[in-house]
């Protein structure tokens, strides 16, 4: 009787085991449509506003003045592009004020991989990654991938003469 007992309670622990190491499936859900800020404050893992509705164009001073234990966290610096250092932009915010090149009322927010600048055509070539973005005659859609469980994010090109309008900013831990 005790070797069936010593059987059973053995293979009752071999079956435990690899219960153990069974994986179940993960719940399958829908990525989501995002905005342009929730993704940028994801992406480059700044805070939120807490308002859905907040204007892209008016982070940068959200950022300034944002605290904790009374404490300022953030140094933002307005960055003006300079034709002889275009890669300065690189990794940097990108925001359109409200109808510059098709932005809406709350304007846009992106973040720049690379700016390049043809000092013969005297034209600029900025990569940026943004989410609910747009394409005109001025900004072409190059990828488009899901991340931070937005599905609507895109890799574009901003190929201009002129960046009025658009504005950069690098944002620091103070």
Known sequence: MKRISFLFLAIVMVCATLLTQVSLPRPVYAAKVCQCLPYIQ?????????????????????LENYKQNGKNVFRVSQVSPLTKNPGDLNNLMMIWQPGTQGAYGAGHIAQVRSAKYDSSKKVWTIEFIDANGWTNSAIKLKSSKTEFDCNNVAVRVLTTKSLSGISFYKVSKR
């Open 42 to 62: 994801a992406k480059m893992g700044l805070p939120a506003t807490g308002d859905a509705m907040f204007p892209a164009y008016k982070y940068p001073v959200f």
